[in-house]
């Protein structure tokens, strides 16, 4: 029997679903200050040992990933994880959203499991902000693991009505975490900080991604810089951020969490206007995330870096990404829907897939079923 989905899993649901998804980081964060920790913690990984199979590395933005998952922003939001999530199979963590400073976020509570596998969060970026995260990060240094940050704003600024000062607070994060970022993610799309969403306008993004570049060449050089934008975006407004990314040479991050409210009221009315994004095991938001990295991918010609994310909790649903257009992926509910093992899974079942199909590497995959996922 698989130890977490069988016996704690179960335990674990009677909970608040942050304050469980608190005690699984927590627990990981305990195990990996003591020695043998990492070992015990590889116990919960699919059959008992991180998986790895040398067809799975992918290098994206000059980043080498071991296998194509990341762990993706929110879920080790303090940076103090890393080496445990590594052991259970990711190749890589984006830690954050990570504000300039201290804020609590939203009242709790805040996050809940809906359906089995499927979140609404309103969390609003609570951080203990840059200064500690990057302490909690820097027991990580030199261990060879990719480290993402996501760059985000407190909320006072996120309100703020001059781009000059949404500049500053990214570049002060960045600037922090520079020395620890193997890539950065500029976190500007989540629809839980009032005011956020409109920054992926051309007007706003545009200033903020030209500063964090420059902030990086003040401190030693351009790192990769991603911008994730929401699920919800038009395709105009999206036309827009393809515009930016492409003039600066940044990538993509499809998705966030959408706030769609039919999307939401299929887990019943009460949650069609409740406040937060939703997450995880979906079809219809699994499909807006594809047909938006689908979209880029036929717009750029391929030419983009897109990480995926948005309901990949398998091997189907990682291949559908990559097919669209984007490598690597991230997974944040899946963790909670499917277990620890879900990384080992799906891994797994990529190489087999692979080698069925006599795929070398898995370059070869993406975009390839790009013209398959219509805008409608
Ligand atoms: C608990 C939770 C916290 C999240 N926090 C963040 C965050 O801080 N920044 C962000 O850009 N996205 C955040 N997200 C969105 C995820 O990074 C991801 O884009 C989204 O959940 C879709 O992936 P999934 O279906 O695998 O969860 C969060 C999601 C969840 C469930």
New binding site residues.
């Given amino acids: 029997m698989e130890i977490y989905k069988g016996l704690a899993s179960p335990m674990l649901d009677r909970l608040d679903s942050e304050t469980s998804?608190v005690i699984v980081r927590e627990a990981l964060h305990f195990a990996e200050t003591f020695p043998g920790g990492l070992k015990i913690i590889e116990q919960f990984a699919y059959k008992r040992k991180r998986f790895l199979d040398p067809k799975l590395r992918v290098q994206v933005c000059g980043i080498e990933f071991d296998n194509p998952l990341v762990m993706?922003?929110?879920?080790d939001?303090e940076g103090r994880a890393v080496k445990g999530l590594w052991r259970l199979g990711v190749a890589g963590v984006e830690a954050?959203?990570v504000p300039e400073y201290p804020q609590e976020g939203n009242p709790r509570p805040r996050?809940f499991v809906v359906a089995p596998g499927v979140?609404i969060?309103r969390?609003g970026?609570n951080s203990s902000g840059m200064n500690k995260v990057a302490r909690n990060l820097s027991r990580y240094e030199r261990c060879g693991i990719p480290i993402g940050i996501?760059v985000?704003e407190n909320r006072d600024v996120a309100s703020s009505d001059t781009p000059e000062d949404h500049a500053k607070a990214c570049v002060a994060v960045t600037q922090k975490m520079y020395h620890i970022a193997s890539w950065f993610t500029l976190?500007l799309?989540?629809p839980n900080t009032p005011g956020m969403r409109r920054l992926q306008g051309k007007r706003w993004l545009a200033p903020i991604v030209s500063a964090v570049f420059g902030a990086m060449e003040d401190m030693g050089g351009r790192k990769p810089l991603f911008v994730?934008i929401a699920p919800d975006l038009t395709w105009e407004e999206l036309d827009e951020v393809i515009e930016v990314a492409s003039a600066y040479r940044a990538g993509i991050v499809a998705?966030?969490?959408t706030t769609n409210p039919d999307i939401k009221a299929k887990y019943g009315e009460r949650w069609r206007y409740e406040r937060g994004g939703l997450?995880?095991d979906d079809s219809d938001f699994r499909a807006m995330s594809t047909r938006q990295i689908a979209y880029i991918c036929r717009a750029t010609g391929n030419g983009l870096p897109v990480m995926g994310?948005?309901?990949?909790k398998d091997t189907p649903t990682a291949l559908e990404k990559i097919m669209a257009g984007a490598l690597p992926l991230?997974?944040?509910?899946?963790i909670r829907g499917e277990g620890l093992t879900v990384f080992g899974r799906i891994n797994r079942g990529i190489v087999e897939f692979m080698d069925r199909e006599g795929v070398k590497s898995l370059k070869e995959l993406v975009g390839v079923e790009a013209n398959i996922h219509s805008v409608a």
Avoid at 330 to 334: E, F, K, P, R
């Fill in positions: 998804h993706g922003a929110g879920w939001k954050g959203g996050q979140i969060q969390l970026f996501q985000t976190g799309s989540s994730k998705s966030n969490t997450s995880g994310a948005g309901g990949i991230q997974i944040v509910s899946a």
